[in-house]
């Protein structure tokens, strides 16, 4: 009887660390595509809108299913490096330099609508982000010395550009990275947050420019995303790019709004270009080597994934994880 019992325990057991395996596992959706996706919009659990390399948009109504790809026409050369999907048929698309452009859609991706086009010299687009469904924000990379924004306050369907004497200043050297769309955050309803990256590194939160204890001195270095839980607690996630195994100083949070920042005692396992909130103590982070998830607030990570994705995202309105990267690869995360 006593072996018995032992052997209905360690049933038990193993059934439930083999449950836990599945539900932290990652599902590939989608791969092949000729695109590097780097723009990910989670709408709600079904509906989801990616955008990419080669001028390539996708959108999927089924949870990630099945998905169908446009070619954005006249722009099959474009890198839309990010996305903001308000439902299943509007949406704006971020493309980066040379000219920097931003398209928006009405009809569900099949015709697109220049609503802002940039030919500065110098001038990079980074990423976007809205504090709700009216007012947006745009970043760029330093011109001049100072971080370029520009704004919309209608969902995007005009911009404008911020006036030089109220952009952030940057640091020689400093810049931002477009490597996930998730550098500029909303904070509230009424203000978004930045990080930037290079040889210095800094999260810029309402007037503060708060340097961060993450690796910098490169190009290649620095902060390449952020995440808000609330006003308080934001998780900062980055790296050097070129070394994706490093886990030198490659991330950072905060429990008092950026007063005090803590690094985690087992870090993520490498250079990772997106960090998203999930609920309760719970975050996920990807990046070239692969992703990590931490249950404890940003305190210890576990590899989960050793797939390559660039970006992750939460369902806006729902619990579904999604994930994006090279080759039109797509994944979702099993229930956490």
Known sequence: MANQFKIIVFSLFLLATMEGLQAQSIEILNSGTKTSIRGLSVVNDRVIWVSGSNGMVGKSLDSGKTFVWNLVKGFEKTDFRDIEAFNDTVAIIMGISS????????????????????????????????????????????????????????????????????????????????????????LNQQAAIFVSGGFSSHLFIKDKKILLPIVQGKQTTGANSVAVKNSKILMVVGGDFTTQDSI?????????????????????????????????????????????????????????????FHVCQKAKNGKAVFFAGGGGRIGKLGSY
């Open 248 to 308: 030198t100083n490659n991330c950072c949070f905060t429990l008092n709004g950026g007063k005090d920042w803590f690094s985690p005692k087992t870090p993520p396992h490498g250079y990772r270009s997106c960090i998203e909130w999930l609920n309760k103590k719970n975050w996920v982070s990807c990046g070239l080597n692969g992703v990590d998830l931490s249950k404890d607030e940003g305190n210890t990570w576990e590899w989960i994934s050793k797939e390559s």
């Open 99 to 186: 000219p920097a452009y931003l398209l928006r859609t009405k009809d569900g991706g099949n015709n697109w609508k220049i609503v802002y086009e940039n030919n500065s010299s110098g001038m990079f687009l980074d990423a976007m982000a809205f504090l709700n469904e009216k007012n947006g924000i745009v970043l760029g990379d330093p011109i001049d010395g100072k971080f370029f924004i520009a704004r919309t306050f209608d969902g995007g369907v005009s911009w404008k550009n911020t006036p030089a004497h109220h952009l952030p200043k940057a640091d020689s050297g400093e810049a931002c990275f477009a490597s996930s769309g998730t550098n500029i955050r909303k």
